[in-house]
């Protein structure tokens, strides 16, 4: 049975009250942004009764590393949903915990997907959308060689963040992704104008230039050193 949103919210109800209460009520199903996540996580009580919802879908927003792996622990499902405003509403789902976790998406079963030339995701859509959607997002399509419609696909990152340099394509994301396990202090990857490359690849860090250069040409590819 729901909670009667009229008389009392989650905002409100004590832990003690929440534990007495566990037993009879209970969330059967919430859809929250990211931010409203991480809020709830940095309260005890908050974070308890997150917890108890039996599904839980996060979209709107990016979940970042640290976020996944606490909800990693969460007892009931939680989910992952892709969309955008084109789509209406989300048109795929991955699961965040459990034996079903994985980094990539699997699309509702009237949706269709491909790669652009440039290896952007095209969503065809047509309970939502009248013609396909050609997205900016980078992505990586696995299929299922005995039902070629048992797409899955992971997003890798934007076109608007890819490095061209010296003739090589590189994503900032990945690079992120190589490094943050080895960074201590926040950075981030970017990229400037080059006469000679196009583009270079760009490390922004709150610690030290010279452990962040020794970090990253022990952990990145030659041509992908900031």
Known sequence: HPLDMKHETLNILGQAKWQSRAKHW??????MVPMQVYNSLQVPEEKERLMAIRHLIIGGGAIDDAME????????????????????AHIALRRLNGPEASEWYTPFPSVHL???DEGCLIIDA??????????NDIAEISHNGDCPRCEKFRILGRKDNVICSGGLKIQAEELERQLRPHMSAPFVISKRADEKFGEVVVLITEGSPSDARIICERILPKYHHP
Do not use: H
């Open 26 to 31: 209970y969330i059967d199903f919430a859809a």
């Open 69 to 88: 792996a606490e909800l990693r622990t969460f007892p009931n499902a939680v989910w992952s949903t892709y969309g955008m405003t084109e789509t209406l």
């Open 114 to 116: 491909s790669l652009s």
């Open 126 to 135: 047509p309970e939502v959308c009248s013609e396909p959607l050609v997205t």
